[in-house]
Nanobody, 123 residues
Framework: QVQLRESGGGSVQEGDSLKLSCSAS????????MGWFRQVPGKEREGVAM????????FYFDSVNGRSSISPGDAKNDVYLRVDSLTLEDTAMYYC????????????????WGQGTMVTVSS
């Protein structure tokens, strides 16, 4: 069973950048489709970014308007998310997700979700 653990959230200032980390465990069959979603309080979860298995490419949702960058970590199924030029609207719980099928991630239905890491942006 795949387990995901996020880290790197916290309080940041408007205009700053943040880098979140996700470490995956429990999957030994290769690389997974990994991604990041976020949920603003009172709103539905939305996709941020996704990286294909074997790090063959990336996909970005429209939510962060070109300010995000997803990249592979050192370990096989670890990923990072960087978000630049943070605004108050980026305050959200950020979730790492994983699935064997990238289509499920793009459709917003990844099989595995992490517990989330809270990011609070203040002025």
């Amino acid at each position: 069973q795949v387990q995901l653990r996020e880290s790197g959230g916290g309080s940041v200032q408007e205009g700053d950048s943040l880098k979140l980390s996700c470490s995956a465990s429990g999957y030994t069959a290769g690389t997974l489709c990994m991604g990041w979603f976020r949920q603003v309080p009172g709103k539905e979860r939305e996709g941020v970014a996704m990286i294909y298995p074997n790090r063959e490419g990336t996909f970005y949702f429209d939510s962060v308007n070109g300010r995000s960058s997803i990249s592979p970590g050192d370990a096989k199924n670890d990923v990072y998310l960087r978000v630049d030029s943070l605004t108050l609207e980026d305050t959200a719980m950020y979730y790492c997700v994983a699935d064997v099928y990238c289509a499920q991630v793009i459709l917003g239905r990844p099989e595995t979700w992490g517990q989330g890491t809270m990011v609070t942006v203040s002025s």
